[in-house]
């Protein structure tokens, strides 16, 4: 977060765009956990053109790739709406915005990588195991 601009946009435009992510099977299986509970692998002609269309005008509008943490998201409409709300922004709130979700792709990303590390964490979701 304080690293120079030109470090933090190199850094965002690394992240594939929501319709690079979301419409590329192998990209989609990276994400598995987030793609099965907003069943992303079922969206259908609509739904993939509205993404599309979202991601250029994103791309057109603010020079960077539209991303957005789907950890938050619960429903795939959402991801749409939040995008063209996003479109509202000033280039300076978008890039801060960017950034916010850099952090949290990477909180999660992070937090999946060690959950088996971390006894306690590990055994407050093992009470949980027998309700799903």
């Not at 907003?38 to 993939?48: F, H, K, R, T, Y």
Request: glycine share 6%; with cysteine; charged share 30%.
């Amino acid at each position: 977060l304080t690293a120079p601009r030109e470090q933090q946009d190199a850094l965002i435009r690394d992240y594939p765009s929501m319709a690079e992510l979301l419409l590329d099977a192998e990209a989609l299986k990276r994400e598995s956990g987030f793609a099965g509970s907003l069943a992303l692998e079922g969206m259908d002609d609509v739904e993939q053109e509205q993404l599309r269309d979202l991601s250029d005008q994103y791309h057109q509008r603010f020079s960077m790739p539209f991303v957005a943490c789907l950890g938050r998201m619960d429903s795939r409409s959402q991801i749409v709406t939040e995008g063209l709300r996003r479109l509202e922004n000033s280039p300076e709130q978008e890039h801060l915005q960017l950034l916010g979700e850099v952090v949290e792709i990477s909180n999660d990303r992070f937090n999946n990588l060690i959950a088996d590390a971390n006894p306690v964490a590990a055994a407050w979701e093992s009470k949980f195991d027998h309700l799903g």
